[in-house]
């Protein structure tokens, strides 16, 4: 063996000796030193995707499955659709359609659809809607009572799964014609657009929350308490 090797750039160089590891040249071995092939920053495999909730907890709901079949040469082609209601339990709630081929991906995509149709609605002490409310859909008509506390959620099938995401305790609904669950979650939501709270109808008017209460033939002290106890 030679006494001395040549580097990558000609030059001799000491052999090594023994129990010395042999020395590299600025190649640095088959990446030229610079750390792979991305110049030394390296790939970062550990991202994690952003959660578009910002970190809340949702409650979703599943209001309805429908399986769908095509007829195509050489058999039959399911399908099916679902319909999600998703809320945070503090007044905000959505609803949103998904159609895919198999169970989990519908539900998937009508759950991020109703993620992004969700609506804020006031909410009297944090339990009821503030006043009556009527919504109408299609063949579909619904309406909707505040309630004091201990009545509970007195409404069947689709618009119970919407009170429960909003996070309403007591309220009283009824719905009257069709029972398809489409146009039920349609008019209930529409019926719930429409409710207004008394702080933002005083803002509209330039009034205060007492006066407004007054006019409903409350005491004077009894309406500053209830003025005084209105969050939205």
Not at 21 to 26: E, F, Q, T, V
């Amino acid at each position: 063996m030679a006494d001395e090797i040549q580097n990558a750039e000609g030059a001799p160089e000491a052999a090594p000796t023994e129990g010395q590891a042999p020395r590299r040249g600025r190649g640095g071995g088959r990446d030229g030193g610079r750390g792979g092939r991305d110049g030394g920053r390296g790939r970062r495999d550990d991202r994690r995707p952003r959660d578009e909730d910002g970190g809340e907890e949702l409650i979703e709901k599943l209001v309805h499955i429908n399986r769908v079949s095509k007829t195509v040469k050489g058999g039959k082609r399911f399908g099916f659709a679902a319909l999600v209601v998703v809320g945070d339990g503090k007044g905000r709630a959505g609803f949103g359609h998904g159609k895919a081929r198999e169970v989990p991906e519908a539900i998937s995509k009508a759950t991020a659809a109703a993620k992004k149709a969700m609506i804020r609605v006031p909410l009297r002490d944090g339990r009821t809607l503030h006043h009556d409310g009527r919504g109408h859909f299609g063949a579909g008509n619904v309406t909707l009572r505040s309630a004091p506390a201990g009545t509970g959620i007195i409404a069947g099938g689709p618009m119970r799964a919407v009170f429960e995401s909003l996070g309403v305790a007591d309220v009283v609904t009824k719905s009257v014609g069709t029972s398809n669950p489409y146009n039920m979650i349609r008019a209930t939501f529409e019926a719930l657009g429409e409710q207004t709270s008394p702080k933002s109808v005083a803002q509209r008017r330039g009034k205060k929350v007492s006066d407004l209460i007054k006019r409903g033939g409350a005491s004077d002290r009894a309406a500053e308490a209830e003025a005084a106890a209105v969050t939205e």
